[in-house]
């Protein structure tokens, strides 16, 4: 389940000093033979302390992360909706991603030069959030055209679809972004058919100076930022890219030393991954056995059988049962052998809604 986060911003904001960081930080392309990774998409590995522990429990011949990607998106500029800088080549990337990961420059730095002139990360947001929803809009315009016609012949349908559409054209004139409509469960399918950049989840990332990096609360701009982002239901992510950059290249011992060094538990790259990860309502469970510990991506809410399809659809579409034991049993037990004997070991059938930290044995038939 491959999935993706555009990270945009403006010119000159740090986007493209943290994507090196993530390429650097980033697990390598052939571990992965079954994906094609462009230039512009870096992976990286989702952080989990239980896929640690889990591996020291059952001592495996490897252990394998799940991963997440991050693509790259060609800066955004005033007037790329209508050409400017790159223009649409922005677009047909970030269409294709499952959230997006805007980029917000909150450091104050004379020999960097800020587009504007001026650090204003509100005045930034606004830019880019005027070019997606202008984007969106001539997107809108175009389909709406087309609906209309088939409408005139009161077909059912084209008649639904108009309705969407000129809901969404009205928030989108008024400068209101796309997620702000209410839609039914009917409608969402044909809402998300149309590929909005607006209507995707948002996670805005604070770029910070490095003096700020031990007390983010302490920066200004940060605070607008995390005022606004509170508007829309949005979350807000501090970072210092600079440094994210220095620490990507450290081994874990000399990471660890330099995190303490600034009295951080974690890297700000490390949240972002998590904050992305659960943006987009997943979930990881795991598989376990002596050749390897291995921890999947799956949407929360599934069921066993589609939690299964994760790993091949032979998988889901012969499913029998699910054996499984959490992971707070695991460690509670010791080992998969008492975890059978405590009896928190189950087997459960089709219906079965899989936990975020389960630990699953799929048993299948095709």
């Not at 990270?7 to 697990?27: M, Q, R």
């Not at 056995?289 to 091949?312: D, N, S």
């Not at 699910?322 to 707070?328: F, G, K, L, Q, R």
Request: hydrophobic fraction near 40%; charge should be negative.
């Amino acid at each position: 389940m491959a999935l993706t986060a555009g990270i945009v911003g403006l010119p000159n904001v740090g986007k493209s000093t943290l994507f090196n960081a993530i390429t650097k930080a980033g697990v390598e392309a052939a571990n992965y033979p079954f994906a094609t990774i462009d230039p512009n998409v870096g992976v990286v590995e989702v952080p989990d302390k239980r896929l640690t522990d889990i591996t020291e429990v059952v001592k495996p011949k490897k252990t394998i992360p799940t991963t997440f990607e991050f693509t790259d998106i060609a800066g955004i500029v005033k007037g790329a909706s209508k050409g400017e800088g790159l223009g649409n080549k922005f677009l047909s990337n970030i269409r294709q991603v499952d959230a997006i990961c805007h980029v917000v420059r909150c450091f104050e730095d004379e020999n960097i030069t800020h587009v504007d002139g001026k650090v204003d990360p509100l005045s930034d947001i606004e830019t880019i959030n005027l070019e997606l929803i202008l984007a969106d809009l001539e997107s809108i315009d175009k389909r709406l055209t087309r609906v209309q016609k088939l409408a005139r012949t009161k077909d059912k349908d084209a008649l639904i679809e108009m309705d969407i559409l000129e809901r969404l054209k009205d928030a989108l004139e008024n400068d209101q972004l796309a997620n702000s409509v209410e839609f039914t469960k009917e409608e969402e399918p044909i809402v998300k058919s149309l590929f909005l950049l607006t209507r995707k989840k948002m996670l805005y990332v604070a770029n910070i100076g490095e003096e700020e990096v031990s007390d983010p609360n302490s920066n200004p701009h940060l605070q607008k930022v995390i005022e606004f982002a509170a508007t829309q239901g949005a979350e807000v992510v501090p970072v210092c890219a600079s440094l994210e950059e220095e620490i990507a290249i450290l081994d874990d011992e000399e990471k660890a030393v330099f995190l303490e060094d600034f009295g951080l538990e974690e890297s700000g790259l490390d949240r972002l991954i998590q904050k992305a990860y659960t943006l987009l309502g997943l979930g990881t469970y795991f598989t376990a056995g002596e050749q390897e510990v291995r921890a999947w991506t799956f949407k929360k809410g599934m069921k066993a059988p589609q939690a299964a399809g994760v790993i091949h659809s032979d998988f889901e579409r012969g499913f029998i049962r699910a054996e499984t034991v959490s992971y707070n049993h695991l460690m509670e037990a010791g080992s998969m052998a008492r975890s059978r004997e405590l009896g928190y070991y189950r087997s459960e059938g089709k219906e079965y809604i899989v936990k975020d930290g389960d630990i699953m044995l799929f048993r299948f038939n095709v």
